[in-house]
């Protein structure tokens, strides 16, 4: 198997090289179980988050780096927006986005009583990694619906032309393959 070397806050990872579709492969990061990573990042991360009420982050990779940043900002509470609609779950807003690691259309909801917390607040977004921005900008869509106001999007690595953005603040790049390189 390729993969693909990440140098990032003095960690190494190797990632592994798959194929999202006929003519692009990725670097898969994937956050999940890396507690040493998702702490050293959000300590990064958190140096450029100023003045906010709520941490805002879609399910499920971006949660334990939300809570990580909400834990070191000292703060209590942070806002999941899910991609399915829960039993607990009443009016929900709803967004539809197609991102690059997703087959098909996705939904994305913020729970009513959530929608209600942002009111009026102060947010920053949060995710683990930015690529085309498509889940960003439901993210940002949710949010203002809700009447949040949103100071600061972060995230701990961007993926190809995202590594553009200055709208978004992030450790480090992972560029996109044309096809799975030779290593």
């Not at 003095?10 to 798959?18: C, S």
């Not at 619906?145 to 972060?154: C, F, H, L, M, N």
Request: net charge negative.
């Amino acid at each position: 198997m390729n993969t693909y070397e990440l140098n990032l806050c003095g960690l190494k990872r190797e990632l592994p090289i798959v194929r999202i579709d006929d003519d692009t492969s990725i670097a898969s990061f994937v956050i999940l179980g890396d507690v040493e990573l998702v702490h050293v990042a959000a300590k990064e991360l958190v140096k450029k988050i100023k003045d906010i009420d709520y941490i805002v982050t879609a399910e499920a990779k971006g949660i334990p780096l939300a809570f990580e940043i909400s834990r070191q900002l000292g703060m209590n509470e942070y806002i999941v927006i899910r991609k399915s609609v829960k039993t607990y779950m009443n009016d929900p807003l709803c967004e539809i986005v197609q991102s690059i690691t997703s087959r098909g259309c996705q939904h994305l909801y913020l729970d009513e009583a959530d929608a209600q917390k942002l009111k009026g607040k102060r947010i920053c977004i949060v995710d683990d990694v930015i690529s085309t921005g498509e889940s960003l900008k439901a993210i940002e869509k949710l949010v203002t619906r809700a009447g949040g106001d949103i100071k600061s999007k972060v995230a701990i690595l961007a993926e190809g032309d995202a590594a553009k953005r200055n709208d978004i603040y992030f450790l480090g790049e992972l560029p996109l393959f044309n096809s799975e390189p030779e290593v």
